[in-house]
């Protein structure tokens, strides 16, 4: 039994989603996988259901009825992981823009250097992005820069999706209360944590945009990140 889980949300992912299973299962330390899939069209799941059959006890699948975004996707794979007695609980794309080689080193950040949330950094150390335009970059790289404004958090990656948390910090948090469910998810999970004391350590990692599939950003999303964040320091006020 695997100490450590990593959760893969999925929607059209069926150009990706064989390869980056494999990957993970490829890692020498022992991962387990959850796949969280929103009814993927393209029949995702069953190549995860497929999979399943060589990979018995360690690839799981969570099919959900339709898409709700990538929020409410992590949720219910963090309550899954919690029925259960994983310790480390992984956020991670299906489309290799973040690199299942680095699975270890977030894991370690936390088992072995003590770590709460191990967050898989693009702008620690400079900006290590590949192959997005300069206007995404802009946009990324200046909105983790408001959020340190807006929230004296010391993370610089706070819009990162490639995390790893210990389970006391899922715990601690009140998922069912988790407002975003876009690219604000990310800053209310890492605002949360950092809320309630636990320590928070950024690794430097090489994101590349994807090869593969469509993205899912979207305006919608842009504008409940910059508008949430004040939303969330507002309401922090107000309680302990």
Known sequence: MSDAIVIIPTYNEIENVESIIRTVFSEQKDFHVLIVDDNSPDHTAETVKKLQQEFKDQLFLLERKEKSGLGTAYIAGFEWALERSYQYVFEMDADFS???????????ACAVDGADVAVGSRYVKGITVVNWPLSRILLSYGASRYVRLITRMKVKDSTAGFICYHRTV?????LKKIKFVGYAFQIEMKFKAHKKGF??????????????????????????????????????????
Do not use: C, Q
């Open 98 to 108: 973040h690199n299942p080689d680095d699975l270890p080193r977030l894991y370690k």
């Open 170 to 174: 899922l715990e601690a948090i009140n």
């Open 199 to 240: 320590k928070i350590v950024e690794i430097p990692v090489i994101f590349k945009d994807r090869t593969k599939g469509k993205s899912k950003m979207s305006g919608g999303i842009i504008t409940e990140a910059i508008f949430g964040v004040i939303s969330l320091k507002i309401k922090s006020l107000f309680t302990k």
